[in-house]
């Protein structure tokens, strides 16, 4: 009797080992359950926030003699200079003298004249001789001229509500610049002719200097 229990006693104690694997012996109520871990909740990568692009500024509009069919040689600002006498010609805009830009100029300024074509400049002049330069009523010769490869230059037209001006900002007609001294102002030409070429001249006392942006296709 003795035998058959030990017997039974072994069986279940085996039986336990294999069910909860090998070295261990527990009953059954005491066995606590294995948890499984939840797997952590994955992490969403954080948007990059892109700079934002700085908007590239816009190129300076300094001509339009391509709509003329003028093709340059040079680009603007150009510079020439003849005896102390520095001429830079910034910007040059060209329009039907019937257009409303050329109208609006043209009346704002009380400009006197006619002609086909009314031409805008924005211009710088300095003096670096050693004496005074000027264009008033005892000198009243043009110390620089525009050409367009017609007989006839493009000529200067008198800003009549700036008549009493020197060295006006906005509209130029009689200047006067010590040594040493340097204006930056717009002036308003009137031109008839054809567009076949663009130079520009500087004269001062007995000195003369040319420079073509735009050559002649006949040259």
């Known amino acids: 009797m003795k035998k058959r229990v030990v017997k039974a006693t072994l069986a279940a104690t085996m039986l336990f080992s294999v069910v909860l694997g ?15 871990a939840k797997p952590a909740a994955a992490v969403k990568p954080t948007a990059t926030v892109k700079p934002v692009a700085t908007p590239a500024p816009a190129p300076i509009m300094r001509d339009n003699l391509s709509k003329f069919g003028l093709k340059k040689d040079l680009e603007l600002p150009v ?29 704002k300024f009380n400009y006197s004249g006619e002609g086909k074509y009314f031409i805008w400049t924005k211009i710088t002049v300095g003096n670096n001789s050693g004496n005074t330069i000027k264009k008033d009523y005892t000198d009243l010769s043009e110390k620089w001229r525009l050409g367009f490869g017609n007989k006839l230059d493009a000529y200067p037209t008198m800003p009549r509500s700036k008549d009493t001006s020197v060295n006006d900002k906005e509209a130029l007609w009689g200047w ?4 040493g001294q340097k204006m930056n102002t717009y002036q308003a030409y009137y031109y008839d002719g054809d567009f076949k070429s663009f130079v520009i001249w500087v004269d001062n006392k007995k000195y003369s200097a040319t420079k073509y942006i735009v050559n002649s296709p006949e040259v």
Do not use: H, R
């Not at 090998?22 to 499984?36: D, F, H, R, Y």
């Open 79 to 107: 510079t020439v200079t003849a005896g102390g006498l520095s001429y830079t010609l910034e910007k040059i805009m060209i329009y039907d003298a019937q257009s409303k830009d050329a109208q609006t100029l043209i009346k």
């Open 176 to 179: 006067k610049l010590a040594p």
């Open 22 to 36: 090998p070295g261990v012996v527990a009953n059954a109520e005491t066995v606590t359950p294995v948890v499984t």
